[in-house]
């Protein structure tokens, strides 16, 4: 049997040859295999209601919050609060201090809670709301996504999330008044840590 020659022209019914049509630039054939991948991906996130792609900016400060806390030092944490200008708003006092305020706030009284807090919910997927007209830095990014959910609607996956970020009592306690009251992250789309605060 004779090898196929793929170099031949395919040959139509009534034996006239019909060139093979065929991408002569790879860069063509690359950009036709990428496109179809990214519509893959997309519609698949799309489907399995993935978390929001974060923006460098967003991904770097998040990176240095999470490098901070994972030290176990809070005065770590000072280095990611100075990036910022006000600094983020906590709702504690004394607000010239965050660290001091942070502290104070923690039941352990060294900080160690509210450490474990924020690397908990920063490994958690956050919900993206808009907020203002600027096309490309019009969103803010809130942690833990939960803080956004309808709490009396949960899949049975959320309501897993949702004890590994606090216990019984308190899921119960937001579940009766229908909004989330444990601790928030946000940062900005240009990489502002904006607030690290219990929700009102």
Request: charged residues 25%.
């Amino acid at each position: 049997m004779r090898p196929l020659d793929y170099r031949k022209p395919a040959s139509t019914t009534d034996g006239q040859s019909q060139p093979r049509r065929r991408f002569t630039n790879p860069a063509t054939l690359l950009v036709v295999v990428v496109a179809g991948l990214v519509h893959c991906l997309a519609a698949h996130a799309a489907d399995s209601g993935a978390a929001p792609v974060l923006p460098q900016n967003v991904a770097e400060m998040r990176d240095v919050i999470l490098s901070a806390v994972r030290s176990g030092k809070l005065e770590d944490l000072r280095s990611a609060l100075d990036m910022n200008e006000p600094k983020p708003e906590t709702g504690l006092a004394p607000a010239d201090d965050p660290i001091a305020a942070l502290k104070a706030a923690s039941a352990d009284g060294r900080g160690l809670e509210l450490l474990a807090v924020i690397a908990e919910t920063l490994e958690m997927p956050p919900a993206a709301l808009p907020l203002g007209k600027d096309l490309e830095n019009n969103l803010i990014y809130v942690w833990p996504y939960l803080a956004e959910r309808t709490l009396d609607a949960l899949t049975a996956r959320e309501e897993v999330d949702l004890y590994r970020l606090v216990g019984h009592a308190k899921v119960v306690e937001m579940r009766e008044k229908k909004r989330w009251t444990w601790w928030r992250l946000i940062i900005a789309a240009d990489g502002t840590w904006v607030a690290f605060k219990k929700a009102d």
